[in-house]
């Protein structure tokens, strides 16, 4: 364990003002991760979690608290984080190749070196033959796979996975964590995950936020402490099926009795 | 079987028959009728109707002349056109106001398309730019830009600038407005993916906005090429000493109707030819964006 975690999120709070009345996106909260730590984000709709993402991302001011990256206070600062929202997002005008290295072009290196960094990547991560073709010639699963490498790419700490995997079928989706997993342990990022899911959540964190909605707020942490590297046949162990049954309980009864005072663990 | 469901639906049909025993319902007709089928004729065959009709139609019109049911002093003749035609381009004077007109067109196309583009993806930089500068951009949409054109004519003299500055006044409007649609639909979060990695509003500007509205250009040559020659024509209708539009004018004011019809002829063969290299453009382009 670090002594200062990588990322830490210090009484974060988010209220809009919206004609004359407040609405509290987020009641403050605190969230501390270590360097290599993979932790997961789940709860409904409304509680904050995108808020979260753009605040660490910098692209939105928090009403009150602080964002550390490695000590270094970046409240308001874009270009900390490799952020990848739910959509893949890729420019449709640009070859695959050309779409995986746009992080790297936009931060300075030349477009061929980009480009000679991006291709081994492409080959290893299951899009080798398609580094010309164009993101309209992919598949759901591949589009994704081609946004989390350009996410990747760049030269950041810390990842912000939102939902990535949120618009694809079963089949795909569990593939996708499988090679999500994979390229965390080649990588050795610290990975923040939002998700609805409460499985995956599971299956490729170390350490779960729950959160519930009404205000904003985290009600529990959960540490997974099922040993890596995982594979698929964990998720029918007892101790993983105990640890899904216990975060969908906490998601249950936090929808059911809303604003209540927030428990922090 | 669910014994429940089948004990209930007799009932169900009982409560339904007694209940329209009073009103006989209307029968539905059986029908068993082929489904229409429109036999598809040959394309030689439609390009031997469609020269028939123009042939017809000529035949017509040169009939009805002859035997003065059309006033050939008002409508003229096919047979009069012709010879007006080859001694049109015959005199030499053809090609000068084939080339005159043309080079407005393409010119305040040029001008009016680019200068367009670039105004309207300049209100992405900045939305207070862009709100101050709206009710100048609606100003310029609602005025009839033909009305000005004795005023242009004036300002810019006879010559050729005229013309290309009415040209321009049309097209660059149309631009103008296209280019702001575009730049509004770009895609938010696409902004925010460039901004996450630390990207300068320049470099959004220059790898994000200007290729999405690169398709929103393109669509605009059509229209642009069209509302270019009309200006042409409208400044050369104004004062002008070339020009397809000044040749109508001339041949107008004159009585000389075979000229007229010569004239918008020859300026429907020039439609047609800037559309079709248009079109060519347009193709090309799409090209190299569509994927």
């Known amino acids: 364990m670090d002594a200062e975690p990588r990322l830490v999120l210090d009484d974060i709070s988010m209220v809009f003002e919206r004609g004359g009345q407040s609405f509290t996106a987020l009641s403050p909260i605190d969230i501390r991760i270590p360097a290599g730590k993979f932790v997961s984000l789940i709860g409904p709709s409304g509680c904050g979690k995108s808020t979260i993402f753009n605040i660490v991302a910098g692209l939105q001011l928090p009403t009150t608290g602080d964002i550390r990256i490695d000590g270094e206070s970046a409240t308001g600062t874009i270009g900390r984080v490799a952020y990848m929202l739910q959509k893949d997002l890729l420019l449709p005008w640009r070859t695959v190749v050309d779409n995986v290295a746009l992080g790297m072009e936009i931060r300075g290196v030349p477009m061929k070196e980009a480009r000679e960094r991006a291709l081994p990547l492409l080959h290893r991560y299951g899009l080798g033959g398609f580094e010309t073709s164009y993101p309209s010639a992919l598949s759901g699963g591949m589009r994704q796979r081609a946004a989390l490498l350009r996410t990747l790419l760049i030269d950041t700490e810390v990842v912000l996975l939102d939902e990535p995997f949120g618009a694809l079928d079963a089949q795909t989706k569990a593939q996708m964590q499988e090679w999500l997993l994979q390229l965390f342990e080649d990588f050795g990022r610290t990975v923040i995950f939002v998700t609805h899911d409460v499985e995956e959540a599971v299956f490729l964190s170390d350490d779960i936020y729950v959160m519930a909605s009404r205000p904003g707020r985290v009600i529990d942490i959960m540490p997974v402490d099922l040993p890596r590297p995982r594979d698929r046949s964990v998720v029918s162990s007892p101790r993983f099926v105990t640890m899904k049954k216990y975060c969908l309980d906490l998601l249950h009864s936090s929808a059911e009795q809303p604003a209540a005072e927030p428990a922090a663990a | ?291």
């Open chain 2, 1 to 291: 079987m669910n014994t429940k469901l089948l004990a209930g639906t007799p009932a169900v049909m009982r409560a339904a028959h007694s209940g329209q025993a009073a009103r006989k319902p209307t029968e539905q007709r059986r029908i068993v009728r082929k489904l229409p089928v429109q036999k598809v004729w040959s394309t030689p065959l439609i390009i031997a109707a469609q020269i028939g009709i123009f042939v017809g139609l000529i035949a017509l019109w040169e009939i009805a002349a002859d035997f003065k049911i059309l006033d050939p002093f008002f409508w003229s003749q096919p047979s009069v056109i012709w010879s007006t035609l080859i001694t049109f381009f015959a005199q030499g004077d053809a090609l000068t106001d084939i080339v005159y007109t043309f080079k407005s067109t393409i010119l305040g196309f040029i001008l009016g398309t680019t200068a367009g583009s670039l105004l309207g993806m300049s209100f992405w930089w900045s939305s207070n730019y862009a709100r101050i500068m709206q009710p100048y951009v609606i100003c310029l949409e609602s005025i009839p830009k033909l009305a000005l054109a004795p005023l242009i004519v004036l300002i810019f003299g006879m010559g050729l600038p005229s013309k290309v500055a009415i040209a321009v006044a049309l097209t660059i409007v149309v631009s103008t407005l296209t280019a702001y649609a575009g730049v509004r639909s770009v895609d938010k979060d696409q902004e925010r993916l460039f901004y996450s990695i630390g990207a300068s509003r320049w470099q959004v500007f220059t790898k994000l906005v200007i290729p999405f509205c690169i398709p929103w250009i393109i669509s605009i040559l059509r229209v642009n090429i069209g509302l270019a020659l009309t200006g042409s024509i409208v400044g050369e209708f104004v004062s002008s000493e070339h020009g397809l539009g000044r040749t109508i004018l001339y041949a107008g004011s004159t009585y000389e109707i075979s000229l007229v019809w010569v004239a918008v002829l020859v300026l429907a063969a020039l439609s047609m030819v800037m559309y079709a290299i248009v079109g060519w453009l347009e193709k090309v382009l799409r090209k190299g964006v569509d994927h």
